[in-house]
Nanobody, 123 residues
Framework: QVQLVESGGGLVQAGGSLRLSCTASGRIFSGYGMSWFRQAPGEGREFVAAIIWSGSSTYYTDSVKGRFTISRDNAKNMVYLQMNSLKPEDTAVYYC????????????????WGQGTRVTVSS
């Protein structure tokens, strides 16, 4: 049974930082890219950041470039999202997902999703 579990969300003031973690069970990390998505209230799920299985290449949506950093520790089956200089518009539920398709930004490229962790940024 493959499971992804996110943690680390919470309430933070604008300009603050949070570090999200995603832990995986089962044989799901090795060889797979992983990504973070987010979904704000009333909105669709939005791509945030992606990392390939080796960790040597990352990709970000424009709105988080320079503020967010995705990383992974394959020995621990963990993926992280360090979020700095948070803005109220970053408020959303954040999900990690395992990528099996070609397009990193397309939700259809992912087969396993976590349950999400909520991030609220106050102004």
């Amino acid at each position: 049974q493959v499971q992804l579990v996110e943690s680390g969300g919470g309430l933070v003031q604008a300009g603050g930082s949070l570090r999200l973690s995603c832990t995986a069970s089962g044989r799901i990390f090795s060889g797979y890219g992983m990504s973070w998505f987010r979904q704000a209230p009333g909105e669709g799920r939005e791509f945030v950041a992606a990392i390939i299985w080796s960790g040597s290449s990352t990709y970000y949506t424009d709105s988080v470039k320079g503020r967010f950093t995705i990383s992974r520790d394959n020995a621990k089956n963990m993926v992280y999202l360090q979020m700095n200089s948070l803005k109220p518009e970053d408020t959303a539920v954040y999900y990690c997902a395992r990528r099996v398709g070609a397009s990193a930004t397309y939700t259809g490229s992912y087969d396993y999703w976590g349950q999400g962790t909520r991030v609220t940024v106050s102004s």
